[in-house]
């Protein structure tokens, strides 16, 4: 399995941005797809997610102003990012999972800049 990451940028405080991520290969449903970010030095934390069946799962951080999707059919995965703060800035990964370790897949990252 390979997941694209797309769109990411710099882009100022108050301003919007959507990622992409589309997976290729032997993709198994149910599943979780899902958007973590990371700053240097720090963990990577969830961002959202979203399961096969509609579950959705945000950090309290980016409630009411991000907003995640997806597509089965295509196997994509999108957070439209609006309202964006300074301390959104890092790099975010799109991840596809299912339960256990074994089929766990994370993106390259994209970086998000946002600007004061």
């Known amino acids: 399995v390979q997941l694209q990451a797309s769109g990411g940028g710099l882009v100022q405080a108050g301003g919007s941005l959507r990622l992409s991520c589309v997976a290729s290969g032997r993709i198994y449903r149910p599943n979780t797809m899902g958007w973590y970010r990371q700053d240097p030095g720090k963990q990577r934390d969830l961002v959202a997610s979203?399961?096969?069946?509609?579950?959705?799962n945000y950090a309290d951080s980016v409630k009411g102003r991000f907003t995640i999707s997806r597509d089965n059919a295509k196997n994509t995965v999108t957070l439209q990012m609006n309202s964006l703060e300074p301390e959104d800035t890092a790099v975010y990964y799109c991840?596809?999972?299912?339960?256990?370790?074994?089929?766990?897949?994370w993106g390259q990252g994209t970086l998000v800049t946002v600007s004061s």
């Open positions: 991840r596809l999972k299912r339960g256990g370790n074994v089929y766990d897949f």
């Open positions: 979203m399961t096969s069946g509609g579950d959705i």
